[in-house]
């Protein structure tokens, strides 16, 4: 497996930056999927009235709704912080939306210091993600607030 070029995903993401948010998560879920190697979904998801509703991804039927602090995403959320899951089938609680995934990451995103959405990413290898992944993702998903910080609440679903 190569390495993920942060610096260059970086770039490219921010060139894909657009007033049309849902084009510009469209497309950043597609530089994700196919800059970064062994993935087998890549989405987001947003809060609206307490749960995350499927958003913007690639890769098989998703979950529509997740409540907070259900499953890896939910828990993302709940404790405001990006959750790295080495074997998901050891979560407690882990939502099985498509039965080969086995590792998994999720990034919050913020407006006005509060998670409105996660960017989720699965993959049929275990341990695939790293601390790398982590800060990189991390960096991703500060593009994404800077992109969506004048955009109301109400428009980001």
Known sequence: M???DYALLKKQVEAAETEYLLSFLCNVTALLNDSMDDL??????FVKNEKLILGP???KVAC???GKGKGVC???WDRDETILVEDVHRFPGHIACDSASNSEIVVPIHKDRNV?????IDSPL?????EEDKAGLQEIAGIIEE?????????LI
């Open 2 to 4: 190569k390495q993920t």
């Open 40 to 45: 087998n979904w890549v989405g987001f998801y």
């Open 57 to 59: 991804f690639q890769g």
């Open 64 to 66: 529509v709704e997740i």
């Open 74 to 76: 939910g828990t993302a």
């Open 116 to 120: 409105v959405a996660v960017l989720d």
């Open 126 to 130: 275990l341990n695939r993600f790293s």
């Open 147 to 155: 992109t969506i910080k004048d955009t109301p609440v109400s428009g």
